[in-house]
C-alpha cells in the first residue's frame, strides 16, 4: 500500500493463535501499516462507528478490513451488511479471511459486498504462505482514499 502511515488495517479475528499469525505473516510480507485487531464483529464495528469503548478513541479510519465470518457476539456476514449499508464505510476494502469454503458463503458475502473472499488453509504452512501471499497482494492492490 503506497501510504503506511495513514493506512490502518482493521483484523477482525477471534482466534487470538490466528491473529498473531497473520500479523506476523503480513508483516514478513513487508505491510508496516498499522494492524488493530478485535475479537468480535460488534467490536468492530463500534471501532469502525467511534462508539461505546471506542467513542472517545482518535484514530483514522481503517481503509482496509480482514475480516473471520465465523465470531461471537456478531458474525461477518451482519459486519459486511451494516458497513455497505452505510455512507461512511460503504466504501472500505472487505477481506474475507475465513475457513468457510461453502459455494453458498462465497456467493453469500459477494452478494452483501465483501471485495475478496479468501479461503483459510488449514495446515500451518500452508496458512502461513496464503498469508504471505495476501501481504503481497495488499503492497500492490489500489484502495479508495478516505474524502
Do not use: W
Amino acid at each position: 500500500m503506497e501510504n503506511h502511515e495513514s493506512v490502518t488495517i482493521l483484523l477482525v479475528e477471534d482466534d487470538p493463535g490466528h491473529a498473531t499469525l497473520i500479523e506476523k505473516n503480513l508483516r514478513r510480507a513487508g505491510i508496516a501499516n498499522e494492524i488493530v485487531t478485535v475479537g468480535d464483529g460488534q467490536k468492530a464495528v463500534d471501532f469502525l462507528f467511534k462508539q461505546n469503548t471506542y467513542q472517545h478513541d482518535d484514530h483514522p479510519a481503517p481503509i482496509l478490513i480482514l475480516l473471520d465470518l465465523n465470531m461471537p457476539v456478531m458474525d461477518g456476514y451482519q459486519v459486511i451488511r451494516i458497513l455497505k449499508a452505510d455512507d461512511r464505510t460503504r466504501t472500505i476494502p472487505i477481506v474475507v479471511l475465513t475457513t468457510t469454503d461453502t459455494p453458498q458463503d462465497v456467493s453469500r458475502c459477494y452478494e452483501l459486498g465483501c471485495n475478496v473472499y479468501i479461503t483459510k488453509p488449514v495446515e500451518y504452512e500452508k496458512f502461513s504462505e496464503a498469508i504471505r501471499n495476501l501481504g503481497f497482494f495488499l503492497n500492490i492492490v489500489k484502495i479508495p482514499e478516505k474524502e
